[in-house]
């Protein structure tokens, strides 16, 4: 695993580890009748959720970046081409078009 990998790896542990806590803190405070107890673990859980769920999203973009720059690296004309292509009908598109004298 590379050093970004261990990373993601560990986000997505500290993700499940906090929504776990937060699933016994709702669980505690549902059985002792503490609604601020309960609602801290609900807020847990859905911070423990979001950080494993950010932490995967990360990884899955990780990867799409590494084959972008492995395509310009094998064919750096064809990438060239492309974003001249692009760039050019961005341009068409977003300046604005003089209106013609006649």
Known sequence: MTESGNETFVE??????EE??????????????DLGLQAEG??????????REFA????????????AVLF???RPLL?????????LVAGLILLPRRASKG
């Open 20 to 33: 776990g806590t937060g699933r016994l803190k709702d669980a505690a405070g549902g059985l002792t009748g």
């Open 42 to 51: 609900k807020v847990d859980q859905l911070s423990g959720m979001a950080r």
């Open 79 to 87: 990438s060239v081409a492309i974003a001249a292509v692009v760039g």
């Open 72 to 74: 310009v690296q094998d």
């Open 56 to 67: 995967e999203l990360y990884e899955e973009s990780e990867g799409k970046v590494e084959k």
């Open 12 to 17: 997505k542990a500290k993700g499940t580890i």
